[in-house]
Structure formats: C-alpha cells, structure tokens
T-cell receptor
Framework: SQQGEEDPQALSIQEGENATMNCSYK?????LQWYRQNSGRGLVHLIL?????REKHSGRLRVTLDTSKKSSSLLITASRAADTASYFC???????????FGAGTRLFVKA | EAQVTQNPRYLITVTGKKLTVTCSQN?????MSWYRQDPGLGLRQIYY???????DKGDVPEGYKVSRKEKRNFPLILESPSPNQTSLYFC?????????????FGDGTRLSIL
C-alpha cells in the first residue's frame, strides 16, 4: 500500500497549547493536503502545500513539507476545544490521479 | 450552496441485495471519487473519475462498480453486497484531478450489510 502514515495516532492537550501532527508518505508527490473530520462527518479541506513549497500558513495552522524526508507536519497553535477532531493528510502522487489518505491523528483538546 | 450530496445517509440491508448509493455535486467539478472509511484505516479510495465516461480503480475496488454518465453524478453500485462492505462511505469532488485542488466531501453514507 502507498498509504501515508501519521503520528501520533491520538493526541490529548489542554486548550491554549500547540498541537503537532506528522505525516509521512512513500513516493514523489504533486502536493500534500490536510483535512479535518469532526466525528463521523465529511472531511473538510484545511490547507494544500505544493511540492515546491516548504511552509505554508493559514490562520492558526502552519504546514511544513520536507520532500527529501517525504514528510509533512501540521501545527495548530493556541488550540481550542473546537479543534477536537481527526486530522488527515492526503497525497496525490506525481503523474497520478489516485488520492492516498493517511490513517489520521485524533486530536482531543481539553477545555 | 456548493455541495456534494449523498443518498441515503444510512442503510441497513442484507447480503446479496443490490444497492446504489447516489452522489451528486453542483460545482461543475471534473473529478469525483468514492472512499470508504474503516476504524484505524483512514480513508481508502474505491474508484475515481477524471471526467464524464472516464473512471479508474482506486486501492479497494473489489465488489464495487461506478459510472459517470453525467458530470454531476457519480453513483456507487454494490451488485452483491457482503458483510465486509459494511463501512462509512464518502463521495468527494474537486475541480480537477491530480490532487492539485481541494476535495469537497459529502456527509457520508453509513452502510450495514447483514
């Protein structure tokens, strides 16, 4: 399987703390995306980072991409209870149309 | 409102009884896709379509069929459902394929095959 891998599988933090999630993948990619899923609901797109970018910001989100290590990280700063959700990375491999999702990180932010 | 609509949202049925899950998008997107989500496995792609009449297998296509006769619709067909197809299914669409555009997801269809 070319599925990406994320760690940690689960993360529990206090409100106000930062949360970092990591994603690794196996082959060359066009870009990498991060999605959020509230329990049992559809996924919502958060941010897309292209293979020629190293860092991208969107509000309290910061995504980094290291193509030499085939890894990405998602940082959520100053977390809130409403950030409690599962977070997934998704990759599309160079020249392909398949989308590969990681198994996800479950984030729990305690108020 | 831009959306991806799946129906039904919930279905309990029995082994072998053909079923279809519909998916429709109103954003004129070229790329549509079906995923299944199982605990601990994340989302796995079943089939995808780059445009009308163009479909291809994802990672777990066995036991499923799709068709793309119109741009807005991408139904998922289970000809002879089995219990191992009990899962949460998501349809998604994006402007183009190749992962260069964000995907918009439906709210999911929870299927139970007894």
């Amino acid at each position: 399987s070319q599925q990406g891998e994320e760690d940690p599988q689960a993360l529990s933090i206090q409100e106000g703390e930062n949360a970092t999630m990591n994603c690794s993948y196996k082959t060359s990619i066009n870009n990498l995306q991060w999605y959020r899923q509230n329990s049992g609901r559809g996924l919502v797109h958060l941010i897309l980072i292209r293979s020629n970018e190293r860092e991208k910001h969107s509000g309290r989100l910061r995504v980094t991409l290291d193509t030499s290590k085939k890894s990405s990280s998602l940082l959520i700063t100053a977390s809130r209870a409403a950030d409690t959700a599962s977070y997934f990375c998704a990759t599309a491999f160079t020249g392909g149309f398949k989308t590969i999702f990681g198994a996800g990180t479950r984030l729990f932010v305690k108020a | 409102e831009a959306q991806v609509t799946q129906n039904p949202r919930y279905l309990i049925t029995v082994t072998g009884k053909k079923l279809t899950v519909t998916c429709s998008q109103n954003m004129n997107h070229e790329y549509m896709s079906w995923y299944r989500q199982d605990p601990g496995l994340g989302l796995r792609q079943i089939y995808y379509s780059m445009n009308v009449e163009v479909t291809d297998k994802g990672d777990v296509p066995e036991g499923y069929k799709v068709s793309r006769k119109e741009k807005r619709n991408f139904p998922l067909i289970l000809e002879s459902p089995s219990p191992n197809q009990t899962s949460l299914y998501f349809c998604a669409s994006s402007l183009k394929g190749g992962g260069n555009q964000p995907q918009h997801f439906g709210d999911g269809t929870r299927l139970s095959i007894l």
